[in-house]
């Protein structure tokens, strides 16, 4: 889940500043911030280490993280301190939910779990299923598959189309916030991708909504490259507050060996 952490706060800078390009800084010492992607994340982590329900941490975290570019749907859900879900296929599914790939050490779980942390907001078929794709590939990539077999498997099994053209990507792809319009992009950056960084860079320049592409980009790189280079995660760690450090570093100890 660091990964989604280093993603989210790199690509942070850049998602109302669409760079197109793969040569920029990671990091600027005030600008660089985590938004509500590694908040929800952490919610996700902090629900699976304490058996507490899903919505219940993810309104509780919004109450904690004010301010931190909620959706707007997803905000008046917390507000009323949740309920009925609203049918939303937004991306914000599938970048909370990395910690649901670590926490269970089976593939169709892994597929129910990540149904239900989307249930609980995106309950459209399409919210559920960018989470799931997310989620697999995740749990795919961890346990040894390679770029093809994950590649394989989440065409077949949710139908998104991830024979892209970078180029072209950098070129004409516009802000999109949908489960089916970002999340086949992402995992896209993934499989292009020679290391880590290599993968965030990817994920930033094809534009868009770049905190969330790279946020999902880097919880599959960090699966599949065997965690984040030490430099970054030194830069995502001084970046974090107590609690999410402390958050990040339990699930860590206890789902990511």
Not at 137 to 152: D, P
Request: charged content about 25%.
């Amino acid at each position: 889940m660091l990964g989604a952490i280093a993603g989210d706060i790199i690509g942070s800078i850049y998602e109302f500043h669409n760079i197109k390009s793969e040569s920029f800084e990671l990091f600027y010492k005030v600008i660089s911030k985590f938004t509500d992607d590694t908040v929800l994340t952490c919610a996700i982590a902090d629900s699976i280490i304490s058996r507490v329900s899903y919505a219940e941490k993810l309104i509780e975290y919004y109450h904690l993280y004010p301010g931190r570019g909620y959706g707007g749907s997803f905000g008046n859900w917390a507000r009323k301190g949740g309920g009925p879900a609203y049918n939303s296929y937004g991306n914000g599914s599938a970048m909370r939910v990395s910690p649901v790939a670590y926490a269970f050490n089976d593939l169709n779980r892994v597929l129910e779990e990540a149904k239900r942390s989307a249930d609980v907001t995106h309950n459209h078929s399409e919210g559920i299923k960018g989470a799931q794709a997310v989620a697999a590939a995740i749990f795919l990539a961890r346990t040894g598959k390679s770029k093809s077999e994950i590649k394989k498997y989440i065409e077949k099994q949710f139908g998104y189309d991830l024979d892209f053209d970078l180029d072209n990507l950098k070129k004409n792809y516009t802000f999109n916030v949908t489960c089916q319009g970002s999340v086949p992009q992402a995992i896209f950056a993934f499989l292009i991708s020679k290391d880590f960084e290599d993968a965030i860079r990817k994920a930033v320049s094809i534009g868009g909504d770049s905190d969330t592409i790279a946020c999902i980009t880097g919880s599959i790189a960090e699966a599949f490259y065997g965690g984040v280079p030490e430099g970054i995660k030194k830069e995502v760690y001084a970046r974090l507050d107590e609690r999410l450090r402390t958050i990040v570093g339990e699930f860590s100890k206890k789902y990511i060996r």
